[in-house]
């Protein structure tokens, strides 16, 4: 059959009628009639009647020998969009899994949008997500550009180039990660002869001059191979490989090649029985002619993530010609022409692997999660063309597991793909066993492993540069978006505070459920959280709030409370005279008249978690709980000590502080003179630079407790080309 040929309804129900029973036919037939109907009237740009236009997506869904569901969905995919039948008509008529994708495929063209690029964009969101819940949707979608493709000569030129590249940017691209290369193919040549006819026929016409020279040679080469085989039993179809014109075209412009500097000319396709017979084939091949280096590619040990599977292999051909040999089995190249339409293709009375085609299809799961970050359609098309369509890179962890990037990823990009708490905890990467920058751009086969230090202080706004995925960029934006409500918390918590206490109220007595559940009512919160976050914010005042929390206090005089205070007021001066300073402002718990001293490997400060260890005659070393250097000692040495009261200390401790970066000119300068301006004292700086411009620079800092720290190390990270901050463990 012809690619363009146009086929009657007849034909494509004897098409169907291959693996499809009468029911199911039947039930084809309904649709088409029904389409018919609902389209009668209605008349194509070429002077065609409308209904050619379904018969021709459903009798490509058949080739793709798709469940009667879909078929039908193809006869009626323009229905809900074009006539006035509704969803629940079809819904009526069909059942819901018909209308539900039909619906699925089905634009927005009823929303008034702003430009004709907004509602584009809104379409192909709309269809993506309706894709990731039934993957049907997208092959519908597929056969529907597919045959729009094939008949754009009746359009205007300017239509045909919009369709042409919106074709190359979004459904070619699908089709590929798919794996359904006999559709993506033909979208590509189609699309490129509208964009270049130039040199679109320029190739065409440079394939004909040489095609009975590649015929002969190609047929040399196969009776070759089937002498081989036949020596070893092994039974194989063998073919010349079709060529593509547009990865032809890709080839000469993108790597500026010559027509006849590309490889893939000359190449010949092997299917055999069994994946044994595969490496048997291959060994034969490089016994026959000598294989070029790094020309060899084994997918059937490491198939494609969409599911494609052959072995690969470039050998010096017999007239010294590179020569492509792909080897695989009949079932990989099912898989290698339909890719996941091979999955779905209807075999009567075999369910799907539901489970399984859950697991392949994970990343198109992932675009629901991430379009939820985005209310722009445009903005979210355009980091779906990065993270889906973009030339990918294959890599490993230390463990050996492939991971998909887009190209030109960088070491976070994977991080975040391995789990937010490693991007998130990230202080450098190694690429095949050396230390890379953060901004190194990753190549298929790198081994990347990631460094982490539960010290550092998480993303940089720097990271939103370099990253390339959306996935790592949504991931670092939701990190400082959860910061800044912590710290809006904490602020708005000791603000709360503050103002009860000028009341001559205790917190405590002012924070019971009813008190807080008035004020959120007020103001229309949910949780005590969002009301110290609000007063953080700045979204209500403190003295608001705490009018809320205190109204019902304040009706009445409370003298017993006053009382009650006054007691517990001297309960707790009673209590701290008890206690005896060790002058560095840590108490050990239960212990008087210790020596104590803090830790010059760790250097804890007010408000990190500490721990005590008793050492031999230097008294209690005082450590950060996270210290790595009493992790193995006695237990039996470890005490409980805790800090003394904030308001009893006005001492200043040492901390380290590693920042890492990229090595510019003023970089240093501005580190210390944004240090200066929180009036920090600089005990020590030291730095240097690599070959790769990645600057380290170590400061010895004189701070009074965690809050004055993060207050620093915030400042620093918003420096603009500063990667990572962490606390460092001498």
Known sequence: MAKHETKTIEQVIQDASRYLNEEHTTFLRLAYDYAKEAHVGQIRKSGEEYIIHPVQVASILVDLEMDPATIASGFLHDVIEDTGITYDDLKEEFGEEVASLVEGVTKLGK??????????????????????KDIRVILIKLADRLHNIRTLDHLPEHKQRRIANETLEIFAPLAHRLGISTIKWELEDISLRYLNPQQYYRIVNLMKQKRDERVYYIEKVINEIQDQLKDVNITAEISGRPKHIYSIYRKMVIQKKDFNEIYDLLAVRVIVKSIKDCYAVLGIIHTCWKPMPGRFKDYIAMPKPNLYQSLHTTVIGPKGD???VQIRTQEMHEIAEYGIAAHWAYKEGQDHDQENMSKQLAWFREILEWQSETNDAEEFMESLKVDFFSDMVYVFTPNGDVIELPSGSVPLDFAYRIHTEV????????????????DYRLKTGDIVEMLTSKHSYGPSEDWLKITQTSQAK???KQFFKKQRREENVERGKELIEKEIKSLDLSPKEALVEENIQNALSRFHLNTLEDLYAAVGYQGITAQQATNRLTEKLLEKEKPVDLENSLIEAQQEVETKTKKKSTGIGVNVKGVDNLMVRLSKC????PGDEIIGFITKGRGVSVHRDDCPNIKNEDEARLIDVEWEGVTRQR???????EISGFDRNGLLNEILQVVNETNTDIVAVTGKSDKNKMAVIHLTILIQNVDHLRRIVDRIKHISDVFTVQRTIQ
Do not use: W
Request: charged letters at 30%; hydrophobic letters at 35%; aromatic letters at 6%.
């Open 423 to 438: 991007g998130n905890k990230t202080v450098g990467a190694k690429v095949n066993g050396k230390i890379e920058p953060l």
């Open 602 to 605: 760790c250097n804890p400060v």
């Open 111 to 132: 929303i008034k949008y702003k430009s004709k690029e907004e509602q584009q964009a809104e379409n192909h969101r709309k269809m993506f997500i309706a894709m990731a």
């Open 322 to 324: 590179p020569l492509e």
């Open 474 to 476: 949504n991931k670092i």
């Open 651 to 657: 001492k200043n401790y040492s901390v380290d502080l």
